[in-house]
């Protein structure tokens, strides 16, 4: 089955089939051990930015009325540690389809405990915020130079949990700049040198007036060392956006938009533990079952 949250396929298997997809992501639920190949097999013939496999902890859980559950993440070439949008449509999931009776959502990850809540009609991640520091543009200049050519870049930080690099271009450009940038992530590969980047986010600050009032700041990103030339739609990019725009703008309370050809809008909360709330939307688009 699929649930959609900005572009992801969310499967989750309940036998050795009886899976969700979303339309980024998958998400299996997962009612038996899956061998560890079989993981990466199976999101590599999906061929999405991730699939999540949701997995029961202990043998009385229930999909419909246990509250902690196990998630991974595969992206088509490899497992990464934090993927908030899979993450959002393996709540979807178990919210909508499998009707869990629970308010509250608990997922045992690579990043750690991370919970989802419903909220209205969206649901409510509680993800890890991540610090960046200031990034000597000399060590990454060809692989700004491949990202964005000659554009004028404002700022330049670098998050070292998450070995994603963060580029600000300047505030005179407009979201249609940023949108319109044609991008050949597949160069990244070459241009870059360090070895500590694995994705790379261009990001802009909003505007106050205009149609797109409201929007706090945008966003691309890109992440071909995983496989994944550009997510539509990146919650793990947001726990370090999060933190970056909230120091600049000194705001708490943030809407985003990440402008890939998509598209998705999230509305932040930055808290006070070191954590964020980033909520968005979604809706399941597919039911299936998958037969090995």
């Known amino acids: 089955m699929g649930a959609s949250a900005g572009g992801k396929l969310l499967l989750t298997p309940s036998r050795p089939a009886g899976s969700k997809p979303t ?24 061929n999405l930015s991730e699939t999540a496999f949701i997995r029961k902890l202990h043998p009385g859980d229930d999909f419909t009325k246990s509250s902690c559950f196990g998630l991974r993440w595969f992206t088509p070439a490899n497992e990464v540690p934090l993927c908030g949008h899979a993450t959002l449509a393996s709540a979807a999931v178990l919210f909508h389809t499998q009707k869990n009776t629970n308010s509250v ?15 209205g ?36 930080r670098y998050s070292p949990d998450t070995k994603k690099l963060l580029v600000r271009l300047s505030d005179t450009y407009e979201r249609s700049v940023l949108e319109e940038l044609q991008v050949s992530a597949q160069h990244f590969l070459t241009a870059e040198k360090t070895g ?20 706090d700041f945008y966003s691309r990103y890109f992440a071909p060392w995983y496989g994944v030339l550009e ?8 726990a370090v956006l999060s933190s970056y725009w909230s120091e600049q703008l000194g705001k708490k309370e943030m809407l985003a938009f990440q402008c890939s050809r998509r598209g998705g809008e999230l509305k932040i909360s930055v808290r006070n533990d070191g954590r964020v709330d980033i909520a968005g939307q979604t809706a399941v688009v597919l039911k299936g079952n998958l037969t090995f």
């Open 23 to 46: 339309q980024r992501w998958r998400g299996w639920r997962l009612d038996c051990d899956l061998d560890e190949e079989l993981h990466q097999k199976i999101a590599t013939e999906m």
């Open 105 to 119: 959502l608990t997922f045992m990850t690579l990043s750690g405990e991370l919970k989802a809540r419903q909220v």
């Open 121 to 156: 009609d969206h649901i409510v991640l509680d993800l890890p915020l991540y610090v960046t520091y200031p990034q000597v543009l000399r060590e990454v200049e060809d692989l700004i130079k491949a990202a964005v050519g000659d554009m004028i870049v404002q700022d330049l």
């Open 196 to 215: 500590k980047v694995k994705g790379l986010i261009l990001t802009l600050k909003g505007k106050s007036s205009g149609k797109q009032k409201g929007h």
């Open 231 to 238: 997510d539509p739609v990146t919650g793990s990019a947001h």
